[in-house]
């Protein structure tokens, strides 16, 4: 995730650096070398008698009824990227609770605290790598690394902890309480995961913004000769950054600029667990890199 700077609007306007520009600049450039060979060619075939002549003002409406289907379609992918932030949002909130329930009411020695406090670390690591389709971090959960789900065995051992050191059984439901929502935070972050958007709809949309962008300079023209340039390069970029944004965001558990920052919100969950424990081993807090980007 990109934790942008304060820039003034001419750097904002100029700016090269985000990932999507760098994604559809290749798309970009064909488009203006396309129109430009259509500026010092269709004057040839004016010549044979060949001209367009519907309404440019028709087109630029179908621009803006494409430039709406995009929207719709960045607008599942936002509810895709806002439902999963809000359910990592969420998993912060369970492990703060959880761990200050076992402070609290179980009568163990700090070290064997630090056993679950590693568990529920570890567990947020590997839900992080198997969301990103990684391997299962070695260091940290190599008990797990031949499970398909080693997220569920995580959450078993958690829990067999916790039913040893129950204080009492009105506690242990509150424990028990709190794994089954770890559990459905797991559950709704996998179906994000494993449900993509409908590639029929992805590929009808690109195809119809590249077609579009291919054609659209050809109605122009007509009407407005070399300005043609500048007003078709801007339609084309506007469609192409919507395709590319909702294609970023519909994955939001990826590592390109605009995905959730998982790593930085694990290692914030590690943090606050080894602070409330008076843990000595502190991780440093991540910070955006020389880019302004954390993962």
Same mark, same amino acid.
């Given at each position: ?27 970009? +450039? ?7 060979? #259509? ?18 003002? !028709? ?13 719709? /379609? ?25 761990? /200050? ?15 679950? @406090? =590693?568990? %529920?670390?570890?567990?947020? %690591? ?30 078993? =051992?958690?829990?067999?902890?916790? #039913? ?8 242990? /439901? ?24 409908? !590639?029929?709809?992805?590929?009808? @949309?690109? /195809? ?11 109605? *122009? ?5 070399? @300005? ?8 084309? !970029? ?27 919100? +694990? ?5 606050? *667990? ?22």
């Amino acid at each position: 995730m990109i934790v942008r700077p304060e820039q003034t609007w001419f750097r904002k306007l100029f700016s090269w650096r985000g990932s999507i520009m760098r994604k559809i600049s290749p798309q970009l +450039c064909f488009f203006i070398v396309l129109n430009i060979v #259509y500026l010092f060619t269709l004057p040839l075939l004016h010549l044979r008698g060949i001209i367009a002549k519907e309404s440019s003002f !028709y087109f630029i409406g179908i621009s803006i009824s494409i430039s709406v289907f995009l929207g719709f /379609r960045n607008n599942t992918a936002w509810l895709r990227y806002w439902e999963a932030r809000k359910l990592w949002g969420d998993l912060l909130i369970v492990n703060r609770s959880l761990m /200050r329930e076992i402070i609290n009411t179980t009568q163990t020695r700090r070290e064997e605290k630090q056993v679950v @406090l =590693d568990l %529920m670390v570890t567990y947020c %690591m590997t839900l992080k790598a198997k969301l990103r389709h990684g391997p299962v971090p070695v260091s940290r959960a190599l008990d797990y690394q031949h499970l398909t789900t080693p997220c569920n065995a995580l959450l078993q =051992d958690i829990g067999q902890w916790l #039913y040893l050191h129950r204080p009492n059984e009105f506690v242990y /439901r509150n424990f028990n309480t709190y794994l089954n929502q770890i559990s459905t935070i797991q559950g709704g972050c996998e179906r994000i995961s494993n449900t993509p958007i409908p !590639y029929a709809y992805s590929l009808l @949309l690109h /195809r119809t913004v590249g077609i579009f962008c291919a054609v659209y300079p050809l109605l *122009l023209i007509h009407d407005f000769g070399f @300005l043609t340039l500048l007003f078709s390069i801007f339609t084309t !970029y506007a469609l192409l950054a919507l395709d590319a944004i909702a294609t970023e965001l519909e994955d939001p558990f990826g590592t390109e600029d605009n995905d959730l920052p998982l790593s930085a919100i +694990c290692n914030a969950i590690e943090i606050d *667990l080894r602070e409330m424990l008076k843990d000595s081993t502190v991780p440093v807090k991540m910070k955006p890199d020389a880019h302004y980007r954390l993962i």
